[in-house]
Nanobody, 114 residues
Framework: QVQLVESGGGLVQPGGSLRLSCAASIRILTIYRMGWYREAPGKQRELVAAITSGGSTNYADSVKGRFTISRDYTKNTVYLQMNSLKPEDTAVYYC????????WGQGTQVTVSS
């Protein structure tokens, strides 16, 4: 069983930055892959960024060059640094862990608006 707790969402103006955090209840090095997904109203949930236990990362084309996924082993936490935010980044962001099966956090709202 893996519990994931997200934090860091909020309201930000276009061009601004936010950092999301996802704290896991187990050692993240034992998790095959962790990622961030987002779900906007009326749209399907989509992968934003992911990182494997080996350190490989991948990003959605729409966020490449703007978002960075990283992790801190000592805190069992994965981060998503989001820069140059756009209104189309508005969504609920979910942390995900692939550990035998998929685990999800409760989600955190990110709203980009002036």
């Amino acid at each position: 069983q893996v519990q994931l707790v997200e934090s860091g969402g909020g309201l930000v103006q276009p061009g601004g930055s936010l950092r999301l955090s996802c704290a896991a209840s187990i050692r993240i090095l034992t998790i095959y892959r962790m990622g961030w997904y987002r779900e906007a109203p009326g749209k399907q949930r989509e992968l934003v960024a992911a990182i494997t236990s080996g350190g490989s990362t991948n990003y959605a084309d729409s966020v490449k060059g703007r978002f960075t996924i990283s992790r801190d082993y000592t805190k069992n936490t994965v981060y998503l640094q989001m820069n140059s935010l756009k209104p189309e980044d508005t969504a609920v962001y979910y942390c995900n862990a692939n550990y035998a099966r998929m685990y999800w956090g409760q989600g955190t709202q990110v709203t980009v608006s002036s």
